[in-house]
């Protein structure tokens, strides 16, 4: 049944049942008219969707089953508070039945297809709610993570997926997957917007049993930070998704990363416990009531998995627990030598009907990198990475210990900034990066210098910026004032950018690094002559300190402006 929403406040609705329109998407329900929020308030002008095991008062939750449909008098506090903040409500979104897989085609509603390639799964179980941000029909959606279901449908549509610390979101009036392990999930296509909802969402509710009053690391991390790489890969033969991660760790390095290989075995012991073992039987005992009487309408293999933790008595439930803090001991000594771990979101992309024919271990596979951060208490952020060869998005994800999620957002956002993606499938550039809501500048004594050549990224001389733990702010364009020059006869070889007359000059490209003071004096100290440090102004109206040139030294220079910036016009050369 197709069921629509008429009202335009949050708390006022009346509802309707209409049978299924011609051709509907099998991703959102759409309401008649948008739920609208409060006037004002931190995400006014936002629109969202919310995943079909949310409650939304007078509207049915059917968590992607038609016999389960119940009418919840309340609406979930989360939906409730960014209705206060003034988003505007769309619809609800289909998912993996009972939030059940991670693929995406688990519902009597349909499958729901990729946003790049329709013949390939969306991910899932918040398969809806991916779709709808990553075309654009709504700012943000909510999910819900269990097992990786708000990451690997971010994965696998080149959008931003926040998996929150447990307890961080209140989850009461969420249909529960494994209540003791889920988690109310942020899509955007943005690190930015997740990051302003998840600012509005958070909080504690005592009404809840999971519910943490969780304090939030502050300062992001280190300009010099280390990240985990397992030992062992997986990418089920998909050599396109194994040479996207080799670019994805290269790139991290480049943001001031050092990669540092980690054991493993206890992170994918740990994943195996989900289905593997008793702890299923929290899946059964989330539907219980509703199962035991309606087993039949409960579509397959999303049955089959809820039957089997009927099999499991107490004592094997507690000894399931007992082995899974065994295995976080052994894998919380790998947080001694790393600052976050980097993974695939996912190994690998299937087609929809390659998950038909096989759809137990395939959807395995999809899990292989995202099954134990819940079960062991970690953050997460799933940003996009590239597009492959063959057109499809490929996904990683940040990992760190509870109540590290403002810095893997920190981190995140550079990452994907530095990306080049566009928006989803929008085709919309991404727009500049913003601070992070909750996050104070590594520290108050630093200084930003904006580089236009040898210190860019990769370049020779980068190492004079990383070795005084200056990191990456953000790319960034000069005002239409400037011209710049190859010097002749510089070892290595540099530029010269050069301040002209309005209207005679170019848009250069540069970057903008920020270092700690007491670091400045020894980094402008190796700046040779005729280079020098003096006030560059930028295309947004603003200005930074960075490298200048003296106009007696360009005689006999090239001017490459025509270029944009000192990495093009080395590509155009190479």
């Not at 790049?116 to 799964?121: A, M, W």
């Not at 210190?455 to 070795?467: D, Y």
Request: glycine share 10%.
């Amino acid at each position: 049944m197709l069921r629509t929403i008429i009202g335009t406040t949050a708390t006022t609705t009346t509802t309707t049942t209409t049978a299924p329109t011609q051709g509907s998407p099998a991703w959102i329900r759409r309401f008649d008219t948008a739920l609208a929020g409060a006037a004002s308030g931190q995400l006014a002008g936002l629109s969202f969707a919310i995943k079909d095991n949310i409650d939304l008062a007078g509207y049915p939750t059917t968590a992607a089953c038609p016999a389960f449909d119940r009418m919840p008098r309340d609406s979930a506090p989360v939906v409730q508070r960014l209705l206060a903040a003034g988003a505007s409500l769309h619809g609800k979104t289909n998912l993996d039945q009972f939030a059940c897989g991670l693929n995406g085609t688990r519902s009597p509603y349909g499958a729901v297809p990729n946003a790049f390639d329709p013949s390939y799964v969306s991910g899932g179980s918040s398969s809806g709610s991916a779709h709808v941000v990553a075309t654009g029909e709504v700012d943000f959606a909510l999910g819900t993570d269990t097992a990786g279901s708000g990451r690997v449908p971010a994965g696998l549509n080149n959008i931003v997926g926040l998996k929150p610390s447990k307890g961080l979101i209140s989850a009461r009036g969420v249909l529960p997957a494994a209540q003791s392990v889920d988690c109310v999930s942020i899509f955007a296509r943005t690190v930015a917007t997740a990051c302003r909802v998840l600012a509005v969402a958070k909080g504690y509710d005592r009404l809840d049993p999971y519910s943490r009053d969780l304090p939030l690391c502050s300062r992001p991390f280190a300009a010099e930070f280390r990240f985990g790489v397992p030992d062992t890969l997986e990418f089920c033969g998909d050599a396109l998704a194994e040479r996207e991660f080799a670019v994805a760790i290269e790139r991290l390095r480049e943001l001031g990363g050092e990669a540092v290989t980690i054991d493993y075995a206890p992170l994918a012991e740990a994943a195996a416990l989900l289905y593997d073992s008793a702890l299923v039987a929290e899946r059964y005992a989330a539907i219980r009531t509703f199962f035991d009487a309606h087993e039949a309408d409960v579509a397959e293999p999303v049955r089959s998995i809820v039957a089997s933790g009927r099999q499991y008595s107490a004592a094997d439930v507690f000894e399931a627990q007992t082995r899974l803090r065994a295995l976080g001991q052994r894998a919380a000594a790998m947080w001694e030598r790393i600052d976050l771990l980097l993974v695939p979101t996912a190994p690998t992309h299937y087609t929809i009907a390659q998950m038909r024919d096989d759809p137990i271990t395939l959807n395995r596979h999809l899990g292989a990198y995202t099954n134990f951060v819940n079960l062991l208490d970690y953050a997460a952020l799933s940003v996009p990475s590239s597009l492959r060869a063959d057109g499809l998005p490929f996904g990683i994800t940040l990992i760190g210990p509870c109540g590290s999620d403002l810095q893997l957002a920190e981190l995140g956002q550079r990452y994907h900034h530095r990306t080049g993606l566009m928006q989803g499938a929008t085709g919309v550039p991404l727009p500049a990066p913003e601070p992070i809501p909750g996050l104070v500048p590594a520290s108050d004594d630093t200084v930003q210098v904006a580089v236009v050549g040898a210190h860019l990224s990769g370049m020779p001389l980068n190492t004079q910026l990383t070795e005084r733990r200056a990191r990456l702010v953000r790319q960034a364009m000069t005002a239409p004032d400037y011209r710049l020059y190859a010097l002749p006869d510089s070892t290595p070889a540099k530029p010269g950018l050069l301040r002209v007359a309005p209207g005679t000059g170019h848009r250069i490209a540069l970057e903008i690094w920020e270092m700690p003071v007491q670091a400045y004096g020894s980094f402008v100290a190796l700046i040779p002559a005729p280079l020098g440090i003096g006030r560059i102004r930028l295309d947004d109206g603003g200005d930074v300190q960075g490298f200048l040139c003296e106009p007696f030294a360009l005689a006999g220079a090239s001017d490459i402006s025509h270029f944009g910036g000192w990495r093009a016009y080395l590509a155009a050369n190479a």
